[in-house]
């Protein structure tokens, strides 16, 4: 199935989307990908069709503001901080028509939308973490901390090898060179998407979103699937798996040999996780 591009607008600001509709659609709420910093929706690729043509529902993966091929506002127009990222996720949906949704959150900035979720619980129908940041033993990483530096940080994110030494950075795996061109394109575009890049890691707030994120688990009791790739060096499983069996409809998968960006790295192994999880039928 093919994977449409087109751009949303949400607000003043544009948003590239990637979509598939189903051919066959089932009455069921769309499911909503959200990547992580230095990705885009194109690390969602192998992923989308599969939802679509396996569950009959609509997938759809957007750019985040600031990523990828969306609008890269000046930070005085938009702020960065993973407050105005929530708001924005949430005209974004609206923007889409969509009123419930399944949300799938990988990695850092990802875990905006399980900010959203925990806010939001009216609008999820179910969620699923994929290696973001959970737990308040997680940090951030040196190589994302970097980029948010003074100085050293507006010299790095003006840097388009940052991508491949990130996306390589956090697993066991090189890119193909014909993706590593997909997600350096911006950076080789303008310069406002380093800007925008570092203004996001300047404000990321781990220590908020972590604690947000674990103590809101705690009461969390739409379905949870946790997707884990046990590669990955920045974020723990170890604090992970408390969290997991807290939950009271959650379940932990966990993915041997596969990294931070599990849709990059392995998207056949997330694959045969999430499609049955999609499938469950709601009790």
């Known amino acids: 199935m093919a994977i449409a591009e087109k751009f949303v607008k949400v607000g003043e600001f544009d948003w590239l989307v990637r979509e598939v509709e189903p051919v ?17 929706s194109y690390s969602w690729r192998n992923t989308l069709p599969v939802i679509a043509a396996e569950t009959g529902r609509r997938a759809i993966a957007p750019d985040w503001l600031g990523m990828g091929f969306s609008a890269r506002p000046d930070r005085w127009d938009f702020a960065y901080t993973p407050d105005a990222y929530i708001e924005a996720l949430g005209q974004f949906l609206d923007a889409c ?4 949704c399944v ?49 050293v940080g507006d010299m790095i994110t003006q840097d388009p090898l940052l991508v491949d030494r990130t996306l390589e ?8 060179d014909e993706d590593l061109d997909v997600y350096r394109r911006p950076f080789l575009q303008t310069s406002d998407t380093g800007r925008a890049l570092l203004a996001a890691v300047q404000k990321l707030q781990i220590k908020t979103i972590t604690a947000e994120i674990q103590t809101g688990l705690t009461t969390w009791d739409k379905p949870t ?3 884990w790739g046990l590669s990955d060096p920045w974020l723990s499983l170890e604090s992970v798996e408390p969290i997991a069996a807290s939950l009271e409809t959650g379940k932990l998968v966990k993915l041997d040999q596969v990294g931070h960006y599990v849709q990059e790295d392995w998207p056949e192994k997330v694959n045969e996780a999430l499609i049955p999880f999609l499938r469950q039928q709601l009790v």
């Open 24 to 40: 066959t659609p089932a009455d069921k709420p769309p499911v909503v990908l959200l990547h992580g910093i230095v990705a885009q």
């Open 225 to 227: 699937l946790i997707l």
């Open 97 to 100: 028509d969509i009123e419930q």
């Open 169 to 176: 950075g956090g697993g066991p795996y090189q890119v193909e």
């Open 103 to 151: 949300i799938v959150a990988q990695g850092f900035l990802g875990s905006v939308g399980i900010q959203y979720a925990l806010r939001n619980g009216d609008r999820i129908e179910r969620l699923v973490i994929c290696n973001a940041p959970i737990s308040t033993e997680h940090k951030l990483p040196f190589k994302i901390q970097q980029m948010g530096w003074p100085f």
